[in-house]
């Protein structure tokens, strides 16, 4: 499948051949919303502590005598029935995390890759070198190409002054070919691509590579 390729400008800069395996696929729409859930779990740092009544600091004398009072018995005000003390089946650190099949990951990022194609959101460009890394001169390229909500997927090629002049702009931003995930792509209305990130996307979802 053929669809042409333009210029930061918006400019014809001819075609490129795409695999329909990556992305003409009927989308698996579950599988994106696992793996969302699943990089949105990774990012929890998981740091929620309680203090439980061996944490906090309270004395230790009993409250008072064990029989005779018309209370209840009591030892320490470090229970949890008290004010100050512990708590009682609070939260404690742990990783939020789970696994997800790397096939499950593949077929998500080939259901992003096409429904961005079905919606035409989907832009491959020639290449992300502009001549300014001023922000103002960044915003007058991408207004003429009609770039106003964009995740660009750099190839590695020589593009700091875009990435530079994006850095100030807050629907606009460029990710490595290796770090392109699902999450990213979904935040974004277009998703631009190069001539080299397509070439790297194509042999990573292919050949079964590891995504995100």
């Given at each position: 499948?053929?669809?042409?390729?333009?210029?930061?400008?918006?400019?014809?800069?001819?075609?490129?051949?795409?695999?329909?395996?990556?992305?003409?696929?009927?989308?698996?729409?579950?599988?994106?919303?696992?793996?969302?859930?699943?990089?949105?779990?990774?990012?929890?740092?998981?740091?929620?502590?309680?203090?439980?009544?061996?944490?906090?600091?309270?004395?230790?004398?009993?409250?008072?005598?064990?029989?005779?009072?018309?209370?209840?018995?009591?030892?320490?005000?470090?229970?949890?029935?008290?004010?100050?003390?512990?708590?009682?089946?609070?939260?404690?650190?742990?990783?939020?995390?789970?696994?997800?099949?790397?096939k499950v990951?593949?077929?998500?990022?080939?259901?992003?890759?096409?429904?961005?194609?079905?919606?035409?959101?989907?832009?491959?460009?020639?290449?992300?070198?502009?001549?300014?890394?001023?922000?103002?001169?960044?915003?007058?390229?991408?207004?003429?190409?009609?770039?106003?909500?964009?995740?660009?997927?750099?190839?590695?090629?020589?593009?700091?002054?875009?990435?530079?002049?994006?850095?100030?702009?807050?629907?606009?931003?460029v990710v490595?070919?290796?770090?392109?995930?699902?999450?990213?792509?979904?935040?974004?209305?277009?998703?631009?691509?190069?001539?080299?990130?397509?070439?790297?996307?194509?042999?990573?979802?292919?050949?079964?590579?590891?995504?995100?």
């Amino acid at each position: 499948m053929k669809i042409p390729v333009i210029k930061l400008t918006g400019d014809a800069a001819g075609e490129i051949d795409l695999a329909e395996e990556v992305f003409c696929i009927e989308p698996r729409n579950e599988c994106v919303a696992d793996v969302v859930r699943w990089q949105l779990a990774k990012r929890q740092t998981g740091a929620h502590s309680t203090k439980d009544r061996g944490d906090v600091s309270r004395t230790t004398k009993k409250l008072f005598r064990q029989k005779g009072t018309g209370h209840a018995r009591h030892g320490a005000k470090t229970a949890n029935i008290f004010v100050g003390g512990g708590v009682c089946f609070g939260p404690v650190p742990r990783s939020h995390s789970f696994k997800i099949n790397k096939k499950v990951r593949q077929l998500a990022m080939k259901s992003l890759l096409s429904i961005k194609m079905r919606e035409n959101r989907l832009i491959v460009c020639e290449t992300l070198q502009v001549e300014s890394g001023k922000t103002k001169d960044l915003l007058a390229i991408l207004g003429s190409g009609g770039f106003s909500s964009a995740l660009f997927v750099d190839d590695g090629g020589d593009c700091g002054n875009f990435r530079s002049a994006c850095s100030n702009l807050y629907h606009v931003d460029v990710v490595p070919v290796v770090g392109f995930n699902v999450y990213d792509g979904l935040r974004h209305e277009k998703v631009v691509l190069t001539r080299g990130s397509v070439d790297s996307l194509q042999r990573r979802l292919l050949d079964g590579s590891n995504v995100a």
